[in-house]
């Protein structure tokens, strides 16, 4: 093989590597070339170029007539690389303002809770003497007296309370308990038959009171016991009598129930429609079925529920209600077969609306609209010593939770219409509570009416 030979593949391979050339047509006398694919084809060496394996291959590349990109200029200041900080520092802006908003909300929340606390006037209601222990969960005792402290005749007139009823009793008595097992509320009827532990009025009044040779002990019913602190003492206007009503109530319920009272709440008679009022009105959903045969409204005068909507009796359906149908609402018990069970029922049914509204959406995140109305409710109200914001945050939400059916609403147990306690029920019950074993009360022990199903 020739030296040509050997260098054959450099030239072909430095050939396929040069751009495209023009055709070019063969001058005359060319021999004719072979078409013959298998041929090697020996292209003319151009002259002037020298073919070198030493010499590297300059790549041209392909011209481009746009013209190049226009950068804007930097601003004053601003050192190249520091666009992304830049990008950056509105949104931790943002950020920071969210953070702020958040923080002051809070803050006004907190306010709000505080003034709500701090507007309700103060019992004593803590008994002195021996009480039951500590117990898991919390209880509290809920009260609405027939008192009509703050009432103006004309209120009187228009809340068909009538005039002064003289010693105040509580006509509604509420145990709300909460823990990690679940809620419960429960009515104790205001004519529940129960020992009056060490009432002064024992003395006075023992003659026409039942007597209990167990214990010692005279009995009365239940609703009187709140009396029996401070007798022929007004408490609307004696603080010290209304602090030792409210220690006899609890005294006689921690004594009858074993079950420790944490914190107290009493409502006047006065005070329940200004409640409802104040959070804009409430929803009630009458009882059809608990009517009296033949009754198809609520028509009952003494309460107020034959002119309450509007001149006209309460229909049984859910309706918006007003401080005054709220209120007749929750006093009428001659329209209902159950009596005072049914009564109990409403009225745990207008507590629990009431705080449902208050903690409401559009009161939460409104803290002046929560402070405007909460200062209102607290203001119908008594308040225990002691109690804290969380304390009243964690009863208003039990209380919520019965609104919203998460809750179990139950009577004490009974073992007949006359209201007197079951003694084999009722004493289950009571332990459940003390032990805060809500979910394991069931509907042979919770049931609306307190009798066995």
Request: with cysteine.
């Amino acid at each position: 093989m020739s030296d040509g030979d050997d260098f054959q593949w450099l030239y072909t391979r430095r050939v396929k590597a040069q751009p495209p050339q023009p055709p070019t047509t063969p001058p005359p006398g060319t021999p004719a070339q072979d078409n013959d694919a298998e041929h090697t084809q020996v292209l003319p060496v151009q002259s002037g170029i020298e073919h070198t394996a030493e010499r590297p291959t300059t790549y041209v590349a392909p011209r481009n007539d746009s013209p190049p990109p226009v950068i804007a200029p930097l601003p004053k200041g601003a050192l190249p690389g520091s666009e992304r900080p830049r990008i950056r520092r509105p949104i931790k802006l943002v950020l920071l303002s969210i953070l702020a908003i958040i923080a002051l909300w809070a803050g006004l929340l907190v306010w709000a809770g505080l003034s709500v606390l701090n507007a309700a006037p103060r019992v004593n209601y803590a008994p002195p003497g021996g009480r039951p222990a500590d117990q898991p969960g919390s209880t509290y005792l809920l009260v609405g007296s027939d008192s009509r402290t703050g009432l103006t005749p004309a209120e009187e007139l228009k809340y068909s309370t009538g005039g002064d009823a003289g010693q105040p009793h509580t006509d509604t008595i509420m145990l709300v308990h909460t823990g990690s097992n679940g809620t419960i509320v429960m009515s104790i009827p205001r004519d529940s038959i129960v020992s009056v532990p060490d009432a002064p009025s024992i003395q006075e009044y023992g003659s026409s009171r039942c007597f209990n040779p167990k214990s010692g002990q005279y009995c009365t019913k239940i609703n009187a016991a709140f009396g029996d602190g401070a007798p022929g003492r007004d408490p609307s206007k004696d603080k010290k009598a209304h602090d030792l009503d409210a220690q006899a109530l609890v005294k006689t319920i921690e004594q009858a129930t074993g079950i420790r009272i944490d914190g107290y709440l009493e409502i006047g008679l006065g005070g329940l429609p200004k409640m409802v009022d104040s959070v804009g009105g409430i929803t009630i959903c009458p009882d059809k079925k608990a009517l009296l045969p033949g009754l198809t409204a609520m028509t009952d005068v003494d309460s107020g529920a034959a002119t309450a909507d509007n001149g006209h009796p309460i229909k049984m359906v859910c309706q918006h209600a007003n401080g005054l149908k709220a209120l007749a609402f929750a006093r009428d018990r001659h329209d209902f077969s159950a009596g005072d069970f049914q009564r109990a029922a409403d009225q745990r049914e207008v507590m629990a609306a009431v705080m449902h509204k208050l903690q409401g959406i559009s009161f939460i995140l409104n803290p002046f609209r929560l402070h405007s109305a909460g200062t209102k409710v607290m203001g119908t109200i008594s308040l225990g010593n002691g109690m804290s914001v969380w304390q009243l945050y964690n009863l208003f939400g039990a209380l919520k939770d019965l609104s919203a059916k998460k809750a179990k609403s139950c009577l004490v147990p009974l073992s007949d219409s006359s209201g007197t306690w079951s003694q084999d029920r009722a004493p289950k019950m009571f332990d459940l509570i003390r032990t805060d074993r809500i979910n394991k009360i069931g509907p042979s022990l919770c049931t609306t009416t307190g009798m066995a199903p």
